[in-house]
């Protein structure tokens, strides 16, 4: 059983688009992550959100707009996609908010724009 | 505000040969220190994580790490490396107090020769 999962897995669109990226969790965990992770391998939190409400929003891009429709799902829909948006986008849970709670860690959206 | 740094980007290593990948934070207290790995095509998994108390902790798959305040580093060791080793390596910092999520450095990519 997939602890967390991402849908897709790889994403190819073109500049301008619109698109979404699912996650779901089936740990029972309250808190949920969206992370993006560059190029160069570096990893950046964009989201956090805690029993469905927004608790982090690391100065994302309005384009970026996060959904959780319940505690197991949180989705992410980019608008007017751009080429900087190329990236690998992981989803995570966590049991509660903070860092003493371990994140688990889904197995990446590869997004790529052109 | 904290920050990671991980300063080899590779590291080529003997397979049964000793391994240590460094990292050293910057945090005003205390921190939560944590280890990730990250296998190609995977999503994070942790190795391990220093919360306070014993400062060598040990991790999954034969991995330790040890605290040194003195030099604010959490560096990764393994005694015998195995090829399935090869793998992206992140050090990450959480704070101690609060609703903090982590920062993590960029990276080391051990990789495992015959």
């Known amino acids: 059983d997939t602890a967390v999962s991402q849908t897709p897995k790889y994403l190819v669109t073109q500049m301008g688009n619109d698109k979404s990226i699912k996650c779901e969790q089936n740990l029972g965990h309250d808190t949920m992550y969206w992370y993006k992770q560059d190029s160069k391998k570096f990893l950046k939190i964009m989201f956090s959100y805690n029993n469905k409400e927004l608790i982090i929003n690391e100065t994302v891009p309005n384009r970026f707009s996060p959904k959780s429709p319940d505690k197991a799902h949180l989705n992410l829909h980019i608008n007017s996609l751009e080429l900087g948006d190329s990236a690998v986008y992981f989803c995570?849970?966590?049991?509660?908010?903070?860092?003493?709670?371990?994140?688990?860690f889904g197995p990446g959206t590869r997004l790529t724009v052109t | 505000a904290q920050s990671v740094t991980q300063p080899d980007i590779h590291i080529t290593v003997s397979e049964g040969a000793s391994l240590e990948l460094r990292c050293n934070y910057s945090y005003g207290a205390t921190p939560y220190l944590f280890w990730y790995v990250q296998s190609p095509g995977q999503g994070l998994q942790l190795l391990l994580k220093?919360?306070?108390?014993?400062?060598l902790v040990q991790g999954i798959k034969g991995f330790e790490a040890e605290f040194k305040r003195s030099q604010s580093s959490f560096n990764l060791r393994k005694p015998s490396v195995h090829w399935s080793d090869a793998a992206e390596y992140f050090c990450a910092v959480g704070a101690s107090s609060g609703y903090s999520t982590l920062t993590f450095g960029k990276g080391t990519m051990l990789l495992v020769s015959p």
């Open positions: 995570a849970s966590s049991r509660g908010q903070g860092a003493s709670y371990e994140q688990y």
């Open positions: 220093y919360f306070s108390g014993d400062t």
